[in-house]
């Protein structure tokens, strides 16, 4: 079945970095865009932007310009998230989901999520 | 990016109707889509371009979008269906995905 699974929880320091990662099975990896959605202790979701597989061309939505860079690897079937110079207001949830474009745009599935918690 | 428009909270008493809505500019020419999300769980769609439902998803949920607004409807709401729901959009002319800020249904 197809099925996104991500890297596990982070601690880290304000200032570091640290790179998220989301495998992807049951499907043709650079058939599909990769999305990242952000979601913060108790709130809604954000999208962050999307990496088209294919291209290799990246969107970043406001807010995510910057600090953050999308990568996959095709050997592993594998996107990444990255975001530098961490800050307190970075901890969140980071879900990737694969995009499917019919009428609409919509993300099925979702990875499981990572938890990146910033704090000294 | 798309601004997308949820009443924070809905409440309903099991077996009734639970409508939410989910306002956005021109929103009906666009096509809407809603994730059901249950605490610790990722989001899962529960309906899409507009008014599909994907396999395994129960009838008594629907859709529906006209004008400036999309409504997701549960009818006969059961206890399990108690969630967070996000109604999302994508808008070509600002070239984003748009979510609204989340309803929490309580089913009590």
């Known amino acids: 079945q197809v099925q996104l699974v991500q890297s596990g929880s982070e601690l880290k320091k304000p200032g570091a970095s640290v790179k998220v990662s989301c495998k992807a099975s049951?499907?043709?990896?650079?058939?599909?865009?990769i999305n990242w959605v952000r979601q913060a202790p108790g709130q809604g979701l954000q999208w962050m932007g999307w990496?088209?597989?294919?291209?290799?061309?990246?969107m970043y939505a406001q807010g995510f310009r910057g600090r953050f860079v999308f990568s996959f690897d095709t050997s592993v079937s594998t996107a990444y998230l990255q975001i530098s110079s961490l800050k307190a207001e970075d901890t969140a949830v980071y879900f990737c989901?694969?995009?499917?474009?019919?009428?609409?745009?919509?993300?099925?599935?979702w990875g499981q999520g990572t938890l990146v918690t910033v704090s000294s | 990016s798309y601004e997308l428009t949820q009443p924070p909270s809905l409440s309903v008493s099991p077996g009734q109707t639970a409508s939410i809505t989910c306002s956005g500019d021109?929103?009906?020419?666009?096509?809407a889509c809603w994730y059901q999300q249950k605490p610790g769980q990722s989001p899962v769609v529960v309906i899409y371009?507009?008014?599909k439902r994907p396999s395994g998803v129960p009838e008594r949920f629907s859709g529906s979008n006209s004008g400036n607004t999309a409504t997701l409807t549960i009818s006969g709401t059961q206890a399990m269906d108690e969630a967070d729901y996000y109604c999302?959009?994508?808008?070509?002319?600002?070239?984003?995905?748009?979510f609204g800020g989340g309803t929490k249904l309580n089913v009590l």
């Open positions: 989901a694969r995009e499917v474009l019919t009428m609409g745009y919509r993300f099925d599935p």
């Open positions: 049951g499907y043709t990896f650079t058939s599909y865009g």
């Open positions: 990496i088209n597989t294919n291209t290799g061309n990246p």
């Open positions: 021109n929103l009906g020419e666009k096509s």
């Open positions: 371009d507009d008014n």
């Open positions: 999302q959009a994508w808008d070509s002319s600002t070239v984003s995905v748009g």
